[in-house]
């Protein structure tokens, strides 16, 4: 398994709030194995931009607290998949528990 996993970064942790955060973790997954995260600070945050940043990165895999659905259905354009209602952990501890199929979500915390 190869991916990209995009995860908005507050303090080094998820961000709850996606459009709004100052840093994403850029998680590589190759043959199954977690690497070294890169941190990579996004471009000012306007509709739209953010998707298509992440798609240029080579994200396949976005991890967040809340995300508004518009946001959700342009990453979808992109044939990036949206997880929400993750847990405020490293990018690392949330990527890892995503490939075991343990990590949990709950609700979506954005409201718009």
């Known amino acids: 398994m190869n991916m990209k996993v995009a995860v908005p970064l507050a303090d080094g942790k998820l961000a709850m709030h996606f ?7 850029l998680v590589p ?4 194995e977690i690497g070294k995260p890169e941190v990579l600070i996004p471009p000012p945050h306007e509709p739209g931009v953010l ?6 990165m080579g994200a396949n895999l976005v991890i967040a607290g809340g995300m508004g659905q518009r946001a959700i259905g342009l ?3 992109y044939g990036i998949k949206v997880l929400v209602g993750a847990p405020a952990l490293a990018p690392e501890e949330l990527v890892r528990r995503y490939l075991e199929g343990t990590l949990e979500t709950g609700q979506n915390v954005c409201d718009h």
């Open 51 to 56: 998707p298509r940043w992440l798609n240029e």
């Open 19 to 25: 459009g709004h955060c100052k840093e994403f973790a």
């Open 29 to 32: 997954v190759t043959g199954g």
């Open 75 to 77: 990453f979808a354009e």
